[in-house]
């Protein structure tokens, strides 16, 4: 499976941005999807994941309130909506694809990997 972001981008604080994760390969089987993010000098972690039928989402308590996922299986496609941003959001933010129907925010649990994109949030 390969993973493919897009939308990063350079934003004022409170202002809004839109990820979007493409996958393609054998997508045939279920996955939950997932964004982590990584800013400099630390270690990735968590943002939000989706399970596979929509029924569960996890959100990191930094985002809660300002940054949604969605989905859509149709078009192997999964989308992080970003509003209120704050400069403390600035990273690289990675999708990432878990194998299976279960859900998780450890990062060790995902399977597949985008390449990242930066989102840089100016104060």
């Known amino acids: 499976v390969q993973l493919v972001e897009s939308g990063g981008g350079l934003v004022q604080a409170g202002g809004s941005l839109r990820l979007s994760c493409a996958a393609s390969?054998?997508?045939?089987?279920?996955?939950?999807m997932g964004w982590f993010r990584q800013a400099p000098g630390k270690e990735r972690e968590f943002v939000t994941a989706?399970?596979?039928?929509?029924?569960?989402?996890y959100y990191a308590d930094s985002v809660k309130g300002r940054f949604t996922i969605s989905r859509d299986n149709a078009k192997n496609t999964v989308y992080l909506q970003m509003n209120s941003l704050k400069p403390e959001d600035t990273a690289v933010y990675y999708c990432?694809?878990?194998?299976?129907?279960?859900?998780?925010?450890?990062?060790?649990?995902?399977?597949?990997w985008g390449q990242g994109t930066q989102v840089t949030v100016s104060s």
């Open positions: 390969g054998h997508t045939s089987s279920s996955y939950a």
């Open positions: 990432a694809a878990m194998v299976g129907l279960g859900l998780s925010s450890k990062t060790d649990e995902y399977h597949y």
């Open positions: 989706r399970s596979w039928s929509g029924s569960r989402t």
